[in-house]
């Protein structure tokens, strides 16, 4: 038999003593402000100061990775709104949406919330932090991974928000060219700073590539390659 | 760094970080409250700083992330994703006090009544704008001959994710 728990079961767990569970069922008492059939906004009775509130889904989730993006988009279209009552019955002039994912952010439990918090002298030191350095080799990755995930799934849609530098000419060209020119694809993909540095060095070329981010290429091509 | 931009927002990595992984989404309005904004355009935000954090979680092997918007501070509100580590520092947690429940009371009842005028069916009209779907998880990628890319998990997240909760 295996130790090992899945998360199902792990989460199963948790909701048996979830005080947060038991507040959305009601048999826990909460100063509640909002309630929909999604989630519920309470008043928090260990605030950081006047006006804490605590919003979250009724159903247990750990994190907020795992609601589904329907419920999530339901969550924090309403976020809005309670955020401006908040200000306005707790006579705020600013205030801070907070989320932990994770202990090591602060997250004290395993039911996914958002905190309302006022923006007071306490809250305003604990977020005023002091800025690091810039390693840029590690930005760059980091916004490369981004890029990626958050770009390159864009152009799926339906929407070619992309513009496109190059003629649909020389798309053709370039397209075929790569088609037949398995080791040129191949260099491309796989070592993108050597193959610029081959097409810049040859007239023929860098006159088809003209205008074409290789390192993107690259990685659209490694993608669509291993699609296919 | 601008790494993603759309008609809502606008995604940068942070070239002024508190921490390495600290990126910033900005709506392309510029609000000096995000609660300016229409609904579904902040549950759009959201869902990118979702995949964001899912991200920095997986390729930064961080313990943690928060996401945090600082309401009326900067005349461009953005919000923020930064990720942590155990015991890096920074801070930004607080031991819960106690406070007077009566005092609690009242003042959950005064904002109680301010949220009321809402019209739940306006909330719902506005729900129902279309939403950019999801685009994370993204379909696991096949290479072959590879190791393993932090940056392009295919492992289920979810249990290392459940190990750092308290």
Redesign the interface.
Known sequence: MSQQQTPEQIIAEQKENCPFCKIASGQIPAEKIYEDEVLIAIADINPIGAGHLLVFPKEHYPLMQMMPPEIRDHFFSKIGYLSKGQRDGAVLLNNVWFIAGGAAAGQRTPHFMLHLLPENQTTSELFTQKHIELVQEQVNQLGGALQQHLGGTQQQGQQPTQQSPISEEQRAQLAKRLQEDKELFALITQDPTKAAEKIHEDHELSKLFAGVDITALSGRLSQAGGGQ | ?E??S?DICV?H?N???????H?RIYPKKEVQ????????Q???????A????????E??K????????????DSHVSLEI?A?????G?????E????D?N???E??S??????IP?D?KQ?DD??AEP??????P??P???EDEQIDP?NPKK????D??K???
């Open positions: 760094m790494v993603y759309d995604v990595v070239e002024n970080p508190i921490t390495l992984g990126v409250y995000l609660d300016l904004l229409p609904g579904a902040i549950a759009h935000m959201y869902s990118l979702n995949t964001c954090a899912q991200i920095l979680f390729g930064l961080c313990d943690a992330t928060n996401i945090i918007c600082r309401n009326g501070i930064i942590r580590k155990n015991e890096d920074l801070g930004m947690i607080w819960p006090t106690p406070a429940r005092t609690v009371a003042i959950a005064k904002i109680k009544a301010a949220i809402v739940p909330v506005v729900v939403v950019p779907e999801e685009i994370y993204s379909e990628e096949q290479k940056w289920d997240y979810r249990l994710a459940l750092r909760l308290p």
